[in-house]
């Protein structure tokens, strides 16, 4: 924990939890659908928020009505109040309930792999991390460098700690470059942005958490799995 600690205040990480009030994904259904942030982040960072440290509430995001105990329990308190606000009854969106799972499952599947450690703590705080980007990326289209960027920092001082910064040296350096080269020679032959800074960004990220094997495995299966897509997209019967 001492490592994650060493973000505590900063201003990064006061922009990261200020965008995902903006965007909902700290006002959810829940505490718990915070998708852990308080539980990677310090609590001096909520503060940041202008929020009370101590008793800072859940509210439905459109009346703003404090949530009761039932409204907190994650998965049931959606799947009890039927999906909608107790209160105003609007409905609350499915994305909810999907962190909650998704968040839910990240951390069950890495106290079962790992244990109660260092890398559970790494483990979760990476994947926590990566629900908020696809959730964003899925609404917005965009990967935000609030959260990108201090998770390559966040990664470097693990390595220090580890001692593999050679490693996630070359992991952030293929994983950055690689989606920097498609990008050039992409926008070279189309005359258009091909791939975002955020793709970069993120590669970064998983070089400098994951170093240089497991990036070069994440970037061939998602060249992989592009491939795949675009050659259903050339069969569909549009394109015949």
Request: hydrophobic content about 50%; some cysteine; overall charge positive.
């Amino acid at each position: 924990m001492k490592v994650l600690l060493a973000i505590d205040g900063s201003t990064y990480t006061k922009k990261m939890l200020a965008y995902l009030a903006t965007h909902e994904m700290l006002s959810t259904s829940n505490s718990y659908t915070t998708i852990n942030v308080q539980l990677v982040l310090p609590a001096q960072a909520r503060a940041a928020l202008g929020k009370d440290i101590v008793k800072m509430p859940s509210a439905c995001t459109h009346c703003n009505h404090r949530l009761g105990v039932l409204d907190l329990l994650p998965v049931l308190g959606y799947l009890f109040r039927l999906g909608k606000c107790a209160y105003c009854k609007q409905a609350i969106g499915i994305r909810y309930i999907l962190v909650e799972c998704l968040t839910i499952a990240t951390f069950i599947l890495a106290w079962h792999t790992h244990g109660i450690g260092l890398d559970f703590f790494k483990l979760t705080l990476f994947l926590s991390c990566l629900i908020i980007l696809f959730f964003i990326d899925l609404k917005h289209y965009i990967l935000p460098d609030v959260i990108t960027l201090p998770l390559i920092v966040i990664g470097y001082a693990f390595g220090l700690y580890q001692g593999n910064l050679l490693d996630i040296f070359w992991g952030t350096l293929v994983g950055f470059g690689v989606y920097f080269i498609i990008g050039v020679l992409g926008r070279l032959y189309y005359k258009k942005d091909v791939m975002g800074g955020g793709d970069m960004k993120l590669g970064a990220a998983i070089g400098a958490f994951w170093g240089l094997k497991l990036t070069a495995l994440t970037l061939y299966f998602s060249f992989l799995f592009r491939s795949e897509e675009h050659t259903s997209e050339l069969q569909s019967p549009d394109h015949l």
